[in-house]
């Protein structure tokens, strides 16, 4: 595919060097001294985005004082900048895509109640630390209550070319949950069309104009009392899919009170996406990220024995 060139700067790694004081002085004089390569400006601009940085931590007060033995770093890749979210995890940047894990009760993007606590907006803040700039594209979602991995786009072209051609480029998405009462079968593939009423509920329909073909694969792993542990692989991406098959098969996700749970063992949905294996829409690469099982949803279904 070919992108058009943004204004976003091309994604760079760090590059730091370390430079040792020898006398006592202040930090700008001492930045001035070492990096005489550059302008006072192009100096004091990497001092006030966060590039320089002593005892592991960026600074940017000009006259820090220094003492010898004193060591001071200067990133001249990117900023000091340490991404740190209790529910966002970046498991992979590069100058055209970031893949996040997302937590539980994190919406993917805003909605009209909540405009800045979704997964979307921390991670654009997060790309425009280096570059007020940046833009950041949603290619997919997930529902607030579930848990796992999610793309964005840092080009618009990039984004309409992955959700144009999802189906091309994902190759797997698979996704653990726990239900309540046991599956029919260990192992089976429902296939339904799916709909939604006036009242935003999903559900299957025999009606070919309305509903769309949904087609999802389950796996019972194990199971105690009336929880069951089960690996889900989806085939198709649409809306509560996975929440709507298992509630008709009389098994709802434990803590889905909208499609027919009666308990909430953990306080939160025990849905959680896994794996996701796609093509680099640029590079051709074939990504694969898996994160590990939530130690509750083991928990809650391991046997006694």
Not at 12 to 40: C, H, M, Q, R
Not at 132 to 137: N, V, W
Not at 146 to 151: R, W
Not at 279 to 286: K, N, R, S, Y
Request: proline share 4%; glycine share 4%; aromatic share 10%.
């Amino acid at each position: 595919m070919t992108l058009k060139k943004g204004n976003r700067k091309l994604f760079t790694a760090d590059n730091i060097k370390s430079y040792e004081v020898n006398e006592e002085t202040t930090l700008l004089p001492f930045l001035f001294s070492s990096l005489s390569g550059l302008s006072k400006t192009e100096v004091k601009s990497m001092l006030k985005y966060k590039h320089v940085a002593i005892k592991g931590s960026a600074v940017t007060q000009f006259d820090t004082p220094l003492y010898p033995g004193d060591k001071v770093e200067v990133n001249f890749g990117r900023s000091f900048y340490k991404f740190n979210n209790p529910q966002v995890k970046v498991l992979f940047e590069d100058q055209w895509i970031i893949v996040i894990e997302k937590a539980s009760g994190l919406l993917s993007v805003a909605n009209d109640t909540s405009r800045e606590k979704n997964a979307f907006h921390i991670i654009r803040d997060y790309v425009r630390h280096d570059n007020p700039d940046a833009e950041l594209y949603v290619c997919h979602r997930l529902d607030q209550y579930t848990s796992g991995i999610l793309i964005f786009a840092k080009n618009e072209d990039l984004m309409t070319e992955l959700r144009a051609n999802w189906d091309f480029y994902v190759k797997e998405r698979k996704y653990i949950c726990v239900t309540e009462n046991n599956p029919p079968r260990v192992e089976d593939t429902i296939e339904s069309l799916l709909t939604q009423n006036e009242h935003l509920r999903v559900h299957s329909t025999n009606d070919e104009s309305v509903g769309r073909l949904a087609v999802t694969h389950y796996r019972v792993l194990q199971t105690r009392g009336r929880y069951a542990l089960v690996d889900v692989e989806i085939f198709t991406g649409k809306k509560n899919q996975i929440r709507v098959h298992m509630s008709e098969m009389g098994c709802p996700i434990a803590g889905d009170m909208k499609y027919g749970a009666e308990t909430n063992p953990v306080r939160r949905l025990m849905l959680h996406n896994y794996r996701l294996s796609f093509i680099h829409p640029v590079t051709g690469e074939q990504m694969r990220f898996t994160l590990p099982t939530p130690s509750v949803f083991r928990k809650l279904t391991q046997s006694d024995k």
